[in-house]
Structures are given as structure tokens and as C-alpha cells.
């Protein structure tokens, strides 16, 4: 079945460092959405990226969906001790049913 | 707009014990999932209920674990018996029919097996 995999497993930044992860999938996706968890928190939406080679930005973050629709990346330029959470990407292999990274951990010390 | 609500928010339970988690998802969302997401991982998806029927359950331990929807609105999902190796969060989330597919996740019931 559909493997989603995420790199790094985990992260550790100073405040005002730049954060990227990595989500590759051994299927090609519809698409893809991007999730921040909190820590003791659930899954919040993010974003979601349809098209190939989409590029997609929210404040300080970059969201890239690859070419062959097979990866995608998320960068956080200038970190904040607020970005502190898991980020996970997940993509349906069918339907609507998402299939989730096992997520990257993000801590940022000031 | 009300989030996705569930209840109980922690249960702990021994082994062998029975346990159900409630879920009322957003209003007028027709798509309902249940995910258990252990400790360190990503949510993995258990059960997917379009309004009152299931539409992939490919990955519920069936002999143990069975969910229900029956009218289309709120749902649970059962353990029973538990065993040491179901202790995570449980997870609801619900979609809108059509337009965008973002899934809106309730804050989970953290259960611990004993």
C-alpha cells in the first residue's frame, strides 16, 4: 500500500533559524495537505496542494508540492517559539481517506 | 461554527475491559473518520462513515474494535476486549461533502490500557 514518509524525524532550531521538512510518497497523490499538532494537541489544516509543482505561502511559510506529485516540503523561514509542534503531510491514496507521515517534530529554543 | 466534540477526553482502563469513545461531528458534515494515533506516530486511519455507511474500514481490528453511525450524525467507537497495545489517542474528524477536502479533528480521547 501508499507509504507517506517524512524527514527529519526530528528538529531542533534556535529562534530566527529556517525549519524544513521533507514528505515523500511512494505513490503519486491527488493531493497533499500539511498538519501542525501541538504538543497534547490534534491535527490543524494547514493547506492543501493540488497541482504539480504547486508553491503555495502563508506568512513565513512555503509550501512546495514536487513535479511528479510524489513529494512535497514544507519551510518555516525565521522561527518562532510558536512553531514549536509536529508537522505531519498526508495525502489521500484514494478518495478522501488521508494517509499521514509519521511527522516531524519541530522544537525551537529562544 | 462548533468544532468536532468527543468524549470521554481520558479514560484508563485494565486489559480485557470494554470501552467506547462518543464523537458529534461538525453540523452538516457528511464524512466521519475514526484514527488511533499512537504515541510518536502519525493518525492512522480505523474507520471512514459517508452519512450513515462505511466506506473503508480496511484497517479496524475487527475482532475487537467495531463503530457505528446510525443515523448519520454522531458516532462511537467500541473496544472490546482492550489490549495493552491500544493505548493512544483516539481521534475523530469530519469533512464537508464536496468542495474542499480539509478534515477538521477533534481534541481525541487519550485512552491508557493497563
Known amino acids: 500500500g501508499q507509504q507517506v514518509m517524512q524527514i527529519p524525524q526530528y528538529q531542533h532550531v534556535q529562534e530566527g533559524e529556517d525549519f524544513t521538512t521533507y514528505c515523500n510518497s511512494s505513490?503519486?497523490?491527488?493531493?497533499i495537505q500539511w498538519y501542525k499538532q501541538r504538543p497534547g494537541g490534534h491535527p490543524v489544516f494547514l493547506i492543501q496542494?493540488?497541482?504539480?509543482?504547486e508553491v503555495k505561502k502563508q506568512k513565513r511559510l512555503t509550501f512546495q508540492f514536487g513535479e511528479a506529485k510524489k513529494n512535497s516540503s514544507l519551510h518555516i523561514t525565521a522561527t518562532q517559539t510558536t512553531d514549536v509542534g509536529t508537522y505531519f503531510c498526508?495525502?489521500?491514496?484514494?478518495?478522501?481517506?488521508?494517509?499521514f507521515g509519521k511527522g516531524t517534530s519541530l522544537l525551537v529554543t529562544p | 461554527e462548533a468544532g468536532v466534540a468527543q468524549s470521554p477526553r481520558y479514560k484508563i482502563i485494565e486489559k480485557r475491559q470494554s470501552v467506547a469513545f462518543w464523537c458529534n461531528p461538525i453540523?452538516?458534515?457528511?464524512?466521519l473518520y475514526w484514527y488511533q494515533q499512537i504515541l510518536g506516530q502519525g493518525p492512522k486511519l480505523l474507520i471512514q462513515?459517508?452519512?450513515?455507511?462505511?466506506?473503508?474500514d480496511s484497517q479496524l481490528p475487527k475482532d475487537r474494535f467495531s463503530a457505528e453511525r446510525l443515523k448519520g450524525v454522531d458516532s462511537t467507537l467500541k473496544i472490546q476486549p482492550a489490549k495493552l497495545e491500544d493505548s493512544a489517542v483516539y481521534l475523530c474528524?469530519?469533512?464537508?461533502?464536496?468542495?474542499?477536502?480539509?478534515?477538521?479533528f477533534g481534541p481525541g480521547t487519550r485512552l491508557l490500557v493497563l
Open positions: 474528524a469530519s469533512r464537508a461533502a464536496g468542495g474542499r477536502e480539509t478534515q477538521y
Open positions: 505513490t503519486t497523490l491527488s493531493n
Open positions: 496542494l493540488v497541482k504539480s509543482g
Open positions: 498526508a495525502g489521500p491514496p484514494s478518495g478522501y481517506a488521508l494517509n
Open positions: 453540523s452538516g458534515h457528511a464524512t
Open positions: 462513515f459517508q452519512n450513515n455507511g462505511v466506506v473503508d
